[in-house]
């Protein structure tokens, strides 16, 4: 089955989607791609997510066979998604190709099978109906196609499947920090009200405790030092949500 699987990885990257003029995404900075393949996105946003949403998902009877990662990038995502879930499938689909690149090695260490795609999530490749989980983490404020990427979302969603989505908001994307050193569209970032207002309009249904708003250290001003330092109010406008939307049975 491994086999079978490394073969799917390099067909997948060689049957690219034709090229095309592309506005609606800007290329990460040097820095940004490095900070998305390292350990510390990893450890402290990536898991810390997945954690998350398992507390979540445990409200639901969520079938895990076949998992979009929407927005993969370096794949940092697969061996977590496959120890924690148990999929058969992971489909891996990013603009991206440099980064998909290095999402050969982490789906080789998925005990599943891993096929990834360089696909536009505003236009996916996949037959409606495609997929019971879609996890979404840190994509839409990375597109300025996001009423497109939500409506095809809907789409690729099997009846009674889920979204898994978390969102960096604007007051920290816009931040200065974050400016100087990551590469955003412009345009692109919402309040996380106006993210959960997003998802809803695409036709999604999301419970109220099916939600999580927070304003974790690392997004406070200077990683949060000059409040510990007592030199600032506590910083408590949401940087982060978190939520799982659920399309409802047709």
Partial sequence: MKQATQ???ESQISQEAPARPNQSWVRESRFGRWFLSSQTWERYVLRVAIDDFSRLLTRHSPTFTRILDAGCGSGKAFPIIDAQWRPETIIG???DKELL???KTPAD???CAVEISHQDTGNLDFPDASFDIIFSHQL???TSLQSQTLANFYRVLKPGGLLLAAESCKPFIESLGVRLLFRHPEGAQK???E???LIKNAGFIIDKQDTIVSSPWWSHPFCGLFEKLKLSKPYNEPTEILLVA???EE
């Fill in 191 to 193: 309040t996380a009200e």
């Fill in 7 to 9: 073969e799917s990885h």
């Fill in 101 to 103: 690149k290095k999402a």
């Fill in 93 to 95: 689909v990013d603009v």
């Fill in 140 to 142: 839409l404020h990375h």
């Fill in 109 to 111: 260490d998925c005990q």
């Fill in 195 to 197: 993210f959960e207002d």
């Fill in 246 to 248: 659920r399309k409802g």
